[in-house]
Nanobody, 125 residues
Framework: VQLQASGGGWVQSGGSLRLSCAASGFPQNSYQRLGWYRQAPGKEREEVACISSSDGSTTYGRSNQGRFTISRDVAKNTIYLQVNNLRPEDTGVYYC??????????????????YGQGTLVTVSS
């Protein structure tokens, strides 16, 4: 399984970004749960958002406050994270994460099996 994240960069406070993660290599007939974690400087990694492949249901971490939206393109096996009204405290490395199983996976991305390489988001005040 491979995860390829992109879309990070530098943005001013109040701006927006869209992160992308292309996923590939899942076992045939498996269910997936994909999502985003982030790690701010000096802080622990935290869940940002998660989406289920079986029904597209989504969950969000405590940092959301209505500013993050996770979505997916089933045909491209790609997920996106739209982040609006960025704040300096959103600065950090954003990781695409994945779980897969032969059973349906829904709910938060708890202890993901795989982390992608991460993409850096820097928000200046």
């Amino acid at each position: 399984v491979q995860l390829q994240a992109s879309g990070g960069g530098w943005v001013q406070s109040g701006g927006s970004l869209r992160l992308s993660c292309a996923a590939s290599g899942f076992p045939q007939n498996s269910y997936q749960r994909l999502g985003w974690y982030r790690q701010a400087p000096g802080k622990e990694r935290e869940e940002v958002a998660c989406i289920s492949s079986s029904d597209g249901s989504t969950t969000y971490g405590r940092s959301n406050q209505g500013r993050f939206t996770i979505s997916r393109d089933v045909a491209k096996n790609t997920i996106y994270l739209q982040v609006n009204n960025l704040r300096p405290e959103d600065t950090g490395v954003y990781y695409c994460v994945a779980d897969w199983s032969y059973y349906e996976l829904k709910g938060p991305c708890v202890a993901p099996r795989l982390y992608g390489q991460g993409t850096l988001v820097t928000v200046s005040s």
